[in-house]
Nanobody, 122 residues
Framework: VQLQASGGGLVQPGGSLRLSCTAS????????MGWFRQAPGKEREFVAY????????YHADSVRGRFTISRGNAKNMVDLQMNGLKPEDTAVYYC????????????????WGQGTLVTVSS
């Protein structure tokens, strides 16, 4: 299984970015997908999760109302639309393929993309 994340970059506070993660190697539509992020010196933290069909979505409290996870199973892709970005959103963002367990725990994911850096700064 390969996951390829893209879309990161430098954005000013209040700006928007859209991250994308493309999957290959197994039946994408059978698995939930998640986005996590890791800031320098900090642990990887949960950002958002979407179940296999897209019917159920969960967002961390810190991003709810600003970020939205979505998926397109026909394109084997999961996106993270990020609006109202803040400096504290600066991190490397990772997409992961959910396996089993708590969706908010990174230990519940068995495959990860390489990460894409988001920097929010003026």
């Amino acid at each position: 299984v390969q996951l390829q994340a893209s879309g990161g970059g430098l954005v000013q506070p209040g700006g928007s970015l859209r991250l994308s993660c493309t999957a290959s190697g197994r039946s994408f539509s059978a698995y939930g997908m998640g986005w996590f992020r890791q800031a320098p010196g900090k642990e990887r933290e949960f950002v958002a999760y979407i179940n296999y069909s897209g019917a159920n979505k969960y967002h961390a409290d810190s991003v709810r109302g600003r970020f939205t996870i979505s998926r397109g199973n026909a394109k084997n892709m999961v996106d993270l639309q990020m609006n109202g970005l803040k400096p504290e959103d600066t991190a490397v963002y990772y997409c992961g393929s959910y396996s089993t367990g708590d969706y908010w725990s990174s230990r519940s994911y068995d495959y990860w993309g390489q990460g894409t850096l988001v920097t929010v700064s003026s």
